[in-house]
């Protein structure tokens, strides 16, 4: 699905990956995040090479996604709000007993809403009741209780409403401001362009442009968007 792909993602920086549906994007981040399997290529980290084979890699290594279907894949709906953000963080909570320390796992996920001011009464109502922006917040706030240093979103604000997507782009904002390397995929061309710092397009499984965004424009987003070079081969042969 995805080939030859190649880009760097700095501390504090917004990337945008922008395309048409079928570009290969979400397949990107999937194989970074070692949930789809790679054939070859390298993932650095502080200059440093790491493998991925499977999610757990990642997330012990730092790098963590939030996923296209937040409900299927990023959360658990049925259950509070604390279990969704303690489940991925066991390796943390547990003691020497692989007991749940359940004064720390109050603790983390009381800091975790208050630092990403999610709205709800209580840490123990259910992930699945809460709005669509404040189940995305949680989707985050999980990784960041423990210090993950890339985020990935893939399609953040879809299905949620406008109050709720600034939300979301004053999080990845302040993401950028702790040094956290943020990439995010997008259908939407003008919020690609208006949160980041630099804009990846792809077009048939491959990275046809990348350009600062204030050098980037709808038009030229959709001329690397539209570079199907072996199709447009293939029909003039």
């Known amino acids: 699905m995805v080939r030859n792909i190649n880009f760097d993602l ?35 980290l502080d200059g440093k090479t790491i493998t991925i084979n499977k999610p757990l890699d990642a997330i012990q290594a730092g790098i963590v996604l939030a996923p296209e279907d937040r409900k299927k894949d990023g959360l658990c709906t049925k259950l509070s709000v604390r279990d969704n953000i303690s489940l991925p963080n066991l390796d943390i909570l547990c003691n020497a007993l692989s007991i749940v320390d359940r004064k720390k ?46 985020v990935i979103f893939d399609e953040p604000t879809r299905g949620i409403d406008v109050a709720a997507k600034v939300e979301i782009y004053n999080l990845m904002n302040e993401l950028k401001e702790q040094g956290i390397g943020v990439l995010f995929v997008s259908s939407e061309m003008p919020e690609v362009m208006g949160i980041s710092d630099r804009i990846i397009v792809m077009c048939d499984g491959k990275v046809t442009g990348e350009m600062p965004t204030n050098e980037a424009t709808q038009d030229s987003i959709l001329m690397y ?6 199709k447009i081969d293939a029909v003039k042969a």
């Open 105 to 150: 796992e109050k603790s983390m996920s009381e800091k975790a809403v208050s630092d990403l001011k999610i709205k709800l009464p209580t840490t123990e109502v259910d992930a699945g009741s809460l709005s669509g922006g404040n189940q995305q917040k949680v989707v985050v706030a999980k990784w960041l209780a423990r210090n993950s240093r890339v």
């Open 10 to 44: 700095y501390e504090g920086e917004i990337v945008g990956i922008a395309g048409l549906m079928g570009a290969g994007r979400t397949e990107t981040t999937r194989a970074i995040f070692g949930i789809d399997p790679k054939e070859s290529g390298e993932i650095i």
């Open 225 to 230: 968007a539209t570079k199907f070079d072996k």
